[in-house]
């Protein structure tokens, strides 16, 4: 199998989410970078406050989505749009940098997004999504400029959830097993 990645894999209409046990200052710069793969639709889910409250951004066939989910459902706040670059079953590198209000987007290293939203977005929690369809990380990178962390670096992301249950507890600790601080 994907020996040195992690698959999320939602169950039915519920997004398959692992998050990264890190609090990080909400005032400070916090940059996610990981190389993925997916099958229908997976990124970054951040400034989650509950399972109905977050904001995240996706990758799918021609198309990136930056949006957020409310108890209403799921809103999209900006798109980047590309068939050529932007391929399912394909690795992509996506990269989030939270900056106060601000969110900036890049694929591969260029910059395709940037959006202001009325609050801090980087108060809540954040980490991996796959919102349909199996998504494979690899190469998660997880930096931020807060003074009370050391840059902290996931070098591989080790094993699979393998069934259609959203990521567990056991996965995640698998995965804050596996950081490596630099």
Known sequence: GNAARYDGTPSGTTPAVDLINLVVNPNSVLEL??????????????????????????????KITLGHHTAKGWFVDSTYNNST???????????????GTTVNVTINGSQVLSFAYNALVGDGGFGLMS???????????????????????????????????PVSAADVAGIAAAADHA
Do not use: E
């Open 85 to 99: 670059l932007l391929k399912v079953n394909t690795d992509l590198t996506l990269g989030l940098t939270l900056k």
């Open 131 to 165: 919102r349909s369809g199996v998504t494979s990380f690899d190469n998660l990178t997880v930096k931020s400029d807060d003074a009370s962390l050391a840059a902290l670096t996931v070098q591989s992301l080790q094993g699979s959830t393998g069934s259609s249950d």
């Open 33 to 62: 970078t990981a190389k993925l793969r997916v099958a229908t639709q997976g990124g970054f889910i951040f400034d989650r406050y509950d399972a109905d409250r977050f904001k995240f951004v996706t990758i799918s066939a021609g």
